[in-house]
């Protein structure tokens, strides 16, 4: 298949262990892809019968952008973008009023491939210790207070390196391991892979190996270590979490320097994908004190281009790019493909998994909400749940989900 050669890179990660997600429920939604970085929702009872069409409890104009909203403590946060200024934004939950805002310029130059996605943030923030982190489209990293939204820090990288974002704008989403911010800064061939003191925001290590890609990282534990693992710019990598050395890599590039899958973590194998690059699973092996990495199996008729898959038990299910955007459900122990829908599904799909069904959002504004089975694909219900374009993910929280589209906020009710 022939993929836009305009692309834009939304937000483009599965073992997370922050201080934050102890007692997790669907109501906390706070970071990317939920409380384990792996797209999950806990707690979540589907109505007996779906609607016809879902309440709007609420809907606001927020500014444009493709972060997804993060959720805690029965706030709302968000990081957008008003005319020339990146928005930070606190709302309550149940009202979608808002609590606290602030913002500050940020001028910022599009890529040409990429201005009809608008000038970002696509980062998504993260909440941890009552603090909020956020990473800007050009690459400044700041850290708010959740409560009052008072500015604790700021990093800015022009100084540092040639460029403070890739090609097309800043989209890995920062992540908190052990009171440590984990952040992929700096532009095309010019970054690192640096840990701040979630605190202060002071440098605790900083690996400057490659440029970074547009995946977020996910922290596992494997062998003994525990390990960051990201697709950077040019590579597959695991650095120790603990003091930022390289213990692995593997070369890895896709076409137009678009690495956005989140790495996926199926027991003691990883799961890795990208447009073009079929879908492999690899395994870590430690001998004598050195890494090593094994692929255990390849599938090629499956390939991930902005899309980061879910797991439940042994299945993996995703958008592949092929055909023109595909449902698929993977064996994750084989790479076998159970099944793939008919395709024109569209460019991009945002996954989560809630009890028993998939909510998947596409581009197009569609919630489509699907049997988690591995006998096919199995539409349950489709919504259209917004008038323009939802790259951002969706964040289910008790009975209701959180639509963030181009510029405006909702929460639909299920029920």
């Known amino acids: 298949m022939s993929v836009n050669r305009f692309p834009v890179l939304a937000l483009a990660a599965c073992l997370f262990a922050g201080s934050f997600i102890q007692n997790a429920s669907a109501q906390n939604w706070p970071q990317w892809r939920g409380p384990n970085r792996d797209g999950v929702v806990t707690g979540f009872t589907a109505p007996a019968s779906w609607p016809g069409s879902l309440n709007v409890k609420w809907r606001v104009p927020v500014g444009e952008g493709h972060s997804s909203p993060v959720v805690g403590g029965g706030r709302v946060y968000l990081h957008t973008r008003l005319q020339d200024r990146e928005t930070v934004s606190c709302l309550d939950l149940e009202t979608g009023k808002e609590v606290w805002l602030q913002n500050y310029p940020v001028d910022y130059n599009m890529h040409p491939a990429a201005v009809s996605h608008g000038k970002g943030p696509k980062s998504t923030p993260v909440l941890y210790n009552d603090k909020l982190y956020t990473l800007g489209i050009s690459g400044i990293l700041s850290c708010f207070d959740a409560k009052s939204g008072r500015l604790r820090w700021r990093k800015e990288f022009s100084r540092q390196f040639k460029t403070t974002s890739p090609y097309f704008g800043t989209a890995m989403s920062p992540v908190v391991d052990k009171g440590l911010l984990i952040a992929n800064v700096g532009g095309h061939d010019s970054g690192a892979l640096i840990a701040f003191d979630a605190e202060t925001g002071q440098v605790k290590w900083s690996w400057t190996g490659d440029g970074p890609g547009y995946a977020s990282p996910i922290i596992v534990e494997i062998g003994g270590a525990r390990q960051v693992i990201t697709q950077t710019q040019q590579n597959i990598v695991g650095i120790s979490a603990a003091n930022g050395e390289l213990l692995w890599q593997i070369p890895f590039s896709t076409e137009y320097v678009q690495n956005i899958v989140t790495p996926v973590l199926f027991k003691e194998i990883l799961i890795l994908s990208g447009i073009n690059k079929g879908t492999m699973a690899i395994r870590l092996i430690r001998r004598d004190k050195k890494w090593a990495t094994e692929q255990v199996w390849r599938n090629e008729e499956v390939a991930m281009y902005m899309n980061s898959p879910v797991l439940s038990g042994h299945l993996l299910f995703g958008l592949s790019h092929k055909r023109k955007g595909q449902f698929f459900c993977m064996d994750a122990r084989t790479g076998e493909a159970l099944w793939t829908s008919n395709g024109r599904d569209g460019e991009n799909a945002a996954i989560v ?63």
């Open 353 to 415: 998994s809630a009890g028993e069904i998939l909510l998947a959002l596409t581009n197009d504004a569609e919630l489509i909400v699907v049997n988690r089975t591995a006998k096919g694909f199995e539409p349950i219900k489709k919504y259209t749940v917004a008038d323009s374009p939802t790259w951002a993910h969706p964040v289910v929280t008790g009975k209701g989900v959180l639509i963030k589209d181009r510029t405006m906020l909702a929460f639909l009710n299920f029920e």
